[in-house]
């Protein structure tokens, strides 16, 4: 029997949505408000937001009467020849809902790509082929790469989870690709000691991602002063810490060592969030004042950035994988010139070695 080609996958998206109201039946589309007032914010302008939103003038004013009803008090401040700003209240909802897309999109993508997998199965089973599965942290060049396989039509399994739990999970045979990052210069054979547990010289080999920037994120214009993890011990300076697991937890274990400070003595240690881009947001909405991630997150949020270290960031694979079929689509625009660009793009991110496949030796020599 002739193997079936199986036609182009599927794609799934699932999105939060808001909806606020005292009952029932009166409720709020606060998604679209939330659009509108995030737009307001970055024009300075209903009439802007409205156009940029494809919404007409009376539209926007008839869901800003109906939120200001709903919640008691004004979202903007309306000042002749001035513009328009969020009110306190608007900036709340403007922030919430950063925070929650943060928090939310690394779970929502690896469930859209776990539906995906099952709308999936009988297509790939016809062709007799098979996924592959890539587990990684939510980073934004592994985000990038997510989105170009999407557009070239190659089909992978994507399950965001910490770089420990991927390297563990490769090891185990559940994953062909697996992300992880290590700081360059003093920290690395001490944090590289914690992936080669479960990695394999004569089994594994490394695909460069990028280099990138890790630092400290603070409020714009840092108005606090901090200048260096010494300052997380500053009496009532609030920070925000990643999970165990993440290879940003174990940077900032390492750092806080070399410096002699106990994670007792950081107030916030034990509040965490699971991603940079929700570090970030975390500190922009004022629930922190600091927080540790990669200098795009800092950036998108309007942070100031206090640089730390650069870093390096692989995919584990086994290395018998890397001669799969089923592997070389995904290599082949890990390597591609767009996805070089699209990591050279990122703020604080390098990619002058990106798709290079290296042995364990060669990136960290003997403590391999």
């Given at each position: ?269 034990d509040n965490t969030e699971l991603t940079h881009a929700a570090v970030a947001a975390y500190v922009a909405s004022g629930m922190a004042d600091v927080g540790i ?76």
């Amino acid at each position: 029997m002739a193997t079936r080609t199986a036609p182009p996958p599927l794609h799934v998206s699932v999105q939060p949505h808001w909806r606020v109201g005292r009952d029932a039946q009166d409720t709020l589309d606060a998604t679209a408000l939330l659009d509108l007032l995030a737009t307001v914010q970055g024009t300075g302008s209903i009439a802007q937001a409205g156009r940029e939103l494809g919404l007409s003038y009376r539209h926007v004013w008839g869901l800003l009467q109906q939120a200001e009803a709903l919640f008691g008090e004004p979202l903007l401040l309306r000042g002749r020849g001035r513009g328009s700003a969020l009110t306190a209240l608007g900036e709340k909802l403007v922030w919430a809902d950063a925070r929650i897309g943060a928090r939310l999109q690394p779970l929502l993508e690896s469930l859209s790509s776990e539906l995906e997998g099952e709308l999936g199965r009988v297509q790939r089973r016809a062709a007799q082929t098979q996924t592959p599965r890539l587990h990684a942290s939510h980073g934004f060049a592994v985000a990038a790469l997510r989105e170009l396989l999407t557009a070239d039509e190659v089909a992978v399994d994507v399950r965001y989870r910490n770089s420990l739990e991927s390297v563990a999970a490769l090891a185990q045979g559940e994953c062909e690709l697996a992300g992880f990052h290590v700081p360059l210069g003093e920290f690395e054979a001490a944090a590289a000691q914690r992936f080669l547990t479960w990695l394999r010289p004569d089994e594994h080999r490394l695909v460069h991602l990028a280099v990138r920037a890790q630092g400290l994120f603070v409020a714009p214009g840092n108005p606090l002063a901090v200048h260096s993890i010494d300052d997380l011990t500053r009496p009532g300076l609030r920070f925000v810490n990643r999970p165990e697991g993440s290879g940003t937890r174990v940077l900032t274990e390492l750092l806080l060592q070399r410096h002699g400070i106990s994670p007792r003595a950081v107030t916030g240690y034990d509040n965490t969030e699971l991603t940079h881009a929700a570090v970030a947001a975390y500190v922009a909405s004022g629930m922190a004042d600091v927080g540790i991630g990669v200098q795009t997150a800092a950036h998108r949020f309007g942070l100031h950035f206090i640089p730390l270290l650069r870093e390096r960031y692989f995919f584990a694979v086994p290395a018998d994988a890397l001669r799969q079929d089923r592997l070389r689509p995904v290599l082949a625009v890990l390597r591609s010139t767009a996805f070089r660009s699209r990591v050279a793009a990122l703020k604080g991110y390098e990619a002058a070695h990106t798709g290079e496949v290296l042995t364990l030796t060669e990136a960290f020599g003997r403590s391999s």
